[in-house]
């Protein structure tokens, strides 16, 4: 079976760091981009970024880039979205996702809450 | 960056009626060298992730009930419920990934039973 298995929830506060997971099984994780979709309490889908485990080559939106850094260790199949200080505003359901069969997401994680409060 | 615009931001439409969301892009999606149009609907429900339902602008993913339907081309889009269920409550999303590997949602339309 196809899966994308999100790390749990995280409560953090403003100015610590962290990195989240996604491990996918399944599929020959090396040959599919892999995204990270954002979104905040009751609003829509952002997207954040994109990894190509296969060489490592990271896209981000222009929203993002230079707030999160996208990686990936293809030796355990898994991509990774990391913060160096978190906001408040960092509070949100992180999704990645990849596209199989099309660009388009088909696969989704479970998601992984994050909640920054002082 | 294309940007995504959805109408109407949300509608509430009665048990067995039709529901329509429109999705436009700010340029096309169109690929001439394919003829094919890089664009998705996404449904979600509380609680859960996206589910992917129409890609290709009009083709169904493998399970999607044939109550859901995409067309369109270029850069104005619709996702047609021919008849909602009770099970279609949700919010819908379009998609471009006409610029793969980047790419962007649209804000999302809200569908509730009237």
């Known amino acids: 079976e196809v899966q994308l298995v999100q790390s749990g929830a995280e409560v953090k506060k403003p100015g610590e760091s962290l990195k989240i997971s996604c491990k996918g099984s399944?599929?020959?994780?090396?040959?599919?981009?892999i995204g990270w979709v954002r979104q905040m309490p009751g609003k829509g889908l952002e997207w954040m970024g994109i990894?190509?485990?296969?060489?490592?080559?990271?896209r981000y939106s222009p929203s993002f880039q230079g707030q999160v850094t996208i990686s990936a260790d293809k030796s355990i199949s898994t991509a990774y979205l990391q913060w160096s200080s978190l906001k408040a505003s960092d509070t949100a359901m992180y999704y990645c996702?990849?596209?199989?069969?099309?660009?388009?997401?088909?696969?989704w994680g479970q998601g992984t809450m994050v909640t920054v409060s002082s | 960056d294309i940007v995504m615009t959805q109408s109407p931001d949300s509608l509430a439409v009665s048990l067995g009626e039709r529901a329509t969301i429109n999705c436009k892009s700010s340029?096309?999606?169109?690929?001439?060298?394919?003829?094919?149009?890089?664009l998705a609907w996404y449904q979600q429900k509380p609680g859960q992730p996206p589910k992917l339902l129409i890609y290709?602008?009009?083709t169904r993913e493998s399970g999607v009930p044939d109550r859901f339907s995409g067309s369109g081309s270029g850069t104005d889009f619709t996702l047609t419920i021919s008849s909602l269920q009770a099970e279609d409550v949700a919010v819908y999303y379009c998609?471009?990934?006409?610029?793969?590997?980047?790419?962007?949602f649209g804000p999302g339309t809200k569908v509730d039973i009237k």
């Open positions: 399944g599929y020959s994780f090396t040959s599919y981009w």
């Open positions: 990894i190509y485990p296969g060489d490592s080559d990271t």
């Open positions: 340029q096309s999606v169109l690929y001439s060298s394919n003829n094919k149009n890089y």
């Open positions: 998609q471009q990934y006409y610029s793969t590997p980047l790419t962007t």
């Open positions: 290709w602008a009009s």
């Open positions: 996702a990849v596209g199989l069969r099309t660009d388009a997401f088909d696969i």
